[in-house]
């Protein structure tokens, strides 16, 4: 779990003892864990698991009961959020993928969290539009193809409350969000995202080391 950080800037020893210094991933998330890993290369999409602890924390934190999720994979951030709702809290999850869900299905059961989480397998920003137009959201999740980052944004902030909060993963993305040579699509776009949400008077905004790069927003 500690050997492959994808904190690029972090060496396996040291997350290894951050890790283990916070809240450590139970059975339930352990056995997601080893499962996303066995899918090889893709599992670099699953969040660290001191993101996740980060994630569980902050929900319970802002007393979040409304979540959204952009980009569930397998199913870790969800199990994170699922459990960090208040009584009576939903998450709703938006992916495209029957297949990398299913994982997820299974843990959230295992974990007693499965009736928290409300899976809609379809378009993300479809999802996004069909939300009610009030500002409900307590908390929201962005982890998804990049360069649709700033239209799920601005779906989400127009339901977000004031003082909820908005979380973007991969914001530094290995790094190459500041290498000159790095040209690509995924690049460009969270280039063009980073720089419109640190001119957004409509949040505040501290870019965190956590992981690949973590966002957070609080609407204003």
């Not at 998450?91 to 409300?118: K, Y």
């Not at 460009?188 to 927003?217: Q, W």
Request: aromatic share 6%; hydrophobic share 45%; charged share 20%.
């Amino acid at each position: 779990m500690a050997d492959n950080p994808k904190s690029f800037f972090l060496s396996p020893e040291i997350h290894g003892y951050l890790v283990a210094h916070g809240t450590p991933p139970d059975a339930v998330q352990q056995s997601l864990i080893a499962e996303t890993a066995a899918l090889g290369g893709i599992s670099m999409m699953q969040i660290a698991p001191e993101q996740g602890a980060f994630m569980t924390l902050l929900t319970r934190l802002i007393g979040a009961r409304s979540a959204v999720e952009v980009g569930t994979f397998t199913g870790y951030s969800a199990l994170c959020i699922a459990r960090g709702l208040a009584d009576g809290g939903r998450l709703v999850c938006c992916d495209v993928s029957e297949e990398w869900t299913s994982v997820g299905r299974r843990h959230w059961e295992q974990a007693g969290v499965a009736d928290r989480i409300d899976l809609r397998i379809a378009s993300a920003i479809d999802t996004l539009r069909a939300l009610p137009q009030e500002q409900s959201i307590d908390l929201a999740f962005i982890d998804a193809d990049k360069p649709n980052y700033l239209a799920y944004y601005e779906e989400i902030i127009a339901r977000l409350r004031p003082n909820g909060v908005i979380l973007v993963d991969n914001v530094l993305w290995g790094g190459n969000i500041v290498d000159a040579g790095a040209a690509d699509e995924n690049t460009i776009a969270l280039r063009a995202f980073n720089d419109a949400v640190a001119a957004d008077d409509r949040v505040e905004a501290s870019m965190i080391p956590l992981g690949d790069g973590l966002t957070l927003l609080r609407k204003r």
